[in-house]
């Protein structure tokens, strides 16, 4: 099954931006089901997730789009394609983009939400209180107020994933709990970074929203997860 549509990829909150990805009000039980899948490695997603579920970016990145691999920190975050599979035991995340190849802090963080309860009324999400994963999550509510960024859907659960000096980490968080630690995830387990990608979409806004979707569907590599159910 595929589905195209628009997805979140720039929230700008207080000092700290993160890219987002929302899985929209999809149940876990609508997914199409893989009983065979290779490894968790952040690479092909196209062809891996061939017939999945799935939403591509329209708009233009608004962090740079990185045009060579230097081994610098260099600018350059864009998110292209969303892919949602699952068998019987795991549900699968591939999403083609990268981040900066090498980062001095978390605040490059993909974070990609899950809504379990489709139709459940939206609330602020409430996580000044998380004890562990990224700064970027935890500054998605603002702890002076307790005021919280708002999504146009309910979720659950939250996947975050970001590298400080090229050493790539990524948490499941609990956001019904409002001291969630949250739990890391194994590398190459759990999930996988290939920053290598340098296609998909430009920074160009003219080019939004046909062009940057045919540029999106160009990308195959990116970050990729696989959750126990």
Not at 10 to 22: D, K, S
Not at 56 to 61: D, E, L, R, W
Not at 176 to 188: K, Q, R, Y
Request: contains cysteine.
């Amino acid at each position: 099954m595929s589905r195209r549509s628009q997805f979140v990829s720039t929230i700008a909150l207080i000092t700290c931006f993160v890219l987002c990805l929302g899985l929209v009000q999809q149940a876990v039980s609508q997914v199409p089901d893989c009983t065979v899948f290779p490894p968790v490695d952040g690479t092909d997603l196209q062809s891996k997730y061939n017939g999945a579920f799935n939403v591509v970016q329209t708009n233009a990145t608004g962090f740079g789009n990185k045009v060579a691999i230097l081994p610098e920190d260099s600018e350059g975050n864009e998110l292209c394609r969303l892919f949602v599979a699952n068998d019987a035991t795991t549900l699968y995340f591939g999403i083609t983009g990268n981040h900066n190849r090498i980062d001095e802090t978390d605040a490059n963080t993909t974070l990609v939400f899950i809504d379990v309860d489709a139709g459940a009324s939206p609330t602020d999400l409430d996580t000044d209180g998380f004890t562990g994963g990224s700064t970027a999550l935890l500054n998605l509510t603002e702890a002076s107020s307790g005021d919280g960024a708002r999504l146009d859907f309910d979720p659950e659960y939250c996947l975050a994933v970001w590298n400080v000096n090229g050493t790539q980490s990524a948490y499941l968080h609990d956001l019904t709990n409002p001291t969630d630690a949250g739990v890391a995830l194994t590398e190459g387990v759990h999930f996988a970074v290939d920053n290598s990608n340098l296609a998909g979409v430009t920074d160009n806004a003219a080019d939004d929203p046909l062009f940057q979707e045919q540029n999106a569907e160009t990308a195959t590599t990116g970050f990729e997860f696989a959750i126990p159910l």
